[in-house]
């Protein structure tokens, strides 16, 4: 089944009093998102008579049975004897007025099974008295949505940029689990309290499937199965050589397979015991930090390697490689480590505070903790990229890049995620969870900030996951920043350390303390 719409957006009526402001703009806004939802998009502006009735013949041609369409109309619109007129640009007669129910009768005609929505952004009213001809009789409203801006005999207001009913439109088709009614009823909810009764949205609806839907993006969150360790706890994840890999508080380590084949793996021989505080890795080596300030490095023949960090002055935290086999490491200490696996070379940088995270992105390492810490370093130049002075968080417990390199996501306390552009590291965007979470104890009631511990962009960096204190894993789009599900993993509030996805984001593999939770899409 393909997805078609045609979008038309008409400003110009040939003088400045009859001429719009926005509807090209709401014509233009209602085609970004329906793109982004995987419509073909035919857009036209301030088209006449001609060209109107041609470019939308065309379009006709490109669809058949079964496809689902929408027809978009922003302009100026009259209703004469219950039927809807669209005003093309620069009528010379009432002739070139053209009929709602001509359009419906013609998509009906080469869609009769599929989906057919037409959206009325205009006015309902005839303010002028015109006197339209009859038109044929409308064949058929079968599996049909119309939906106009305004109720009969009414008008529709264009607005500063955006008219409040496309500009609301658009806001909620971002929302996610929603069916067709919702979107609209939704819609017509904001219309009216935006315009205070003013502009009431209305609908005829004849669709058979009352739960289609918008959403276009699927995450795993089909809870599959759980397994239990009960030697340890995990608090650290990668995907890398085709398996997920846990460790935490043990030498011993979990390599799971796609397959959700299971094997654990001792790092050493020693009779030492350790956890394993963060695993990365690039295309060369997979780097294991334990709280004894030993790097394990396994090579891609599964060669393991041991270098023990004395200078490391307290208790380490955090590791990342980069693909030039640079290696930063941080933690409960005065500064952070780079040494370069291959040549040796190693460096200390002064830092303000503990460092509980970083990452790396090409010649980046990016790393936070602490006292409101958040920096990225430049290893070619030797020199600070970004050093935060945002007031938005006191403590920075996890940094990710997307693979696209648009994106900065930090988690921080209070259920604060920000996620920063790698252009000019301002904020973009600012998601809140619950800032506090209230944990029972006999005879009184204890409230604690909810921190986020864990995010993860999806490999094709259109959504982004977080795991929070409170036991749940969100899903946020990334145009429209809006949630597209969330899962609550365990009754009450359980810290979520780690989590990673396969190269596909098809499997999630969550830790919660010593169990390790399967969601599939």
């Known amino acids: 089944m393909n997805k078609f719409a045609f979008i038309v957006g008409i400003n110009d009526y040939g003088n400045k009093s009859d001429n719009l402001n926005n509807a090209i ?82 998509l009906y005609n080469n869609n009769h099974d599929g989906i057919k929505i037409i959206i009325f952004d205009a006015c309902r009213n005839n303010a002028v008295g015109v006197k339209t001809t009859s038109i044929p009789k409308i064949k058929s409203l079968y599996n ?27 806001e909620t088709l971002s929302l996610y689990n929603l069916n067709i009614n919702e979107i609209f009823s939704k819609t017509r909810e904001k219309v009216i309290n935006e315009t205070y009764f003013k502009q009431i949205p209305w609908e005829y609806n004849s669709l058979i499937n009352k739960d289609i839907n918008f959403d276009n993006i699927s995450v795993p969150n089909i809870y599959s ?41 001792r790092l050493d021989e020693e009779e030492k015991e350790y956890s394993i505080e963060e695993i990365d890795s690039n295309d060369n ?58 040549s040796n070379e190693k460096k200390s940088i002064p830092v303000e505070g503990n460092i509980y995270s970083s990452t790396s992105k090409q010649n980046l390492f990016a790393f936070g903790g602490e006292k409101g810490i958040f920096k990225v370093y430049d290893i070619l130049n030797n020199k600070y990229k970004f050093e935060s002075t945002s007031k938005e968080f006191l403590i920075t417990y996890c ?86 599900d969330e899962i609550k993993l365990e009754l009450g509030n359980h810290t979520i350390d780690t989590f990673s996805t396969n190269e596909d984001d098809s499997i999630l593999l969550v830790s919660i303390n010593n169990k390790i939770h399967i969601f599939k899409r």
């Open 399 to 484: 940094i990710k890049f997307s693979d696209d390199n648009k994106y900065i996501a930090t988690s921080h306390n209070g259920g604060k995620i920000i996620i920063w552009s790698t252009l000019t590291y301002e904020i973009i965007y600012i998601h809140r969870l619950e800032e506090n979470l209230f944990i029972p104890f006999p005879e009184t009631t204890n409230k604690v900030s909810n921190n986020v511990k864990h995010v993860e962009f999806s490999k094709d960096s259109s959504f982004l996951m977080i795991g929070s204190d409170n036991g749940k894993i969100t899903f946020l789009d990334l145009k429209y920043f809006t949630v597209i």
């Open 25 to 106: 703009n709401d014509a233009k806004l209602i085609a970004e998102i329906l793109e982004y939802k995987g419509f073909d998009i035919k857009l036209v502006f301030d088209v006449d008579h001609t060209n109107f009735i041609n470019h939308f013949n065309v379009f006709l041609d490109t669809i058949s049975n079964h496809d689902t369409v929408i027809f978009f109309f922003a302009g100026h619109g009259i209703e004469d004897r219950d039927i809807n007129y669209m005003i093309p640009s620069k009528l010379t007669s009432k002739d070139e007025l053209i009929p709602l129910d001509t359009i419906q009768n013609q």
């Open 225 to 265: 199965e759980s397994f239990q360790n009960f030697k340890k706890s995990f608090y650290s994840s990668i995907f890398t050589r085709n398996r997920f890999i846990f460790a935490g508080t043990s030498k011993y380590v979990n390599f799971i397979k796609k397959d959700l084949d299971i094997n654990s793996f």
């Open 285 to 342: 080596y997979i780097v294991f930090l334990n709280n004894l300030k030993e790097l394990i490095i396994m090579n891609k023949e599964w060669e393991i390697s041991t270098y023990t960090f004395n200078e490391i002055d307290n208790f380490p935290f955090t590791v990342s490689i980069n693909m030039d086999n640079t290696v930063l490491i941080g933690g409960y200490s005065k500064n952070i480590f780079l040494w370069n696996i291959i």
């Open 144 to 170: 049909t949505l119309i939906s106009f801006s305004t109720s009969s005999t009414n008008t529709a207001n264009d607005g500063k940029k955006n008219s409040p009913f496309t500009k609301n439109l658009v």
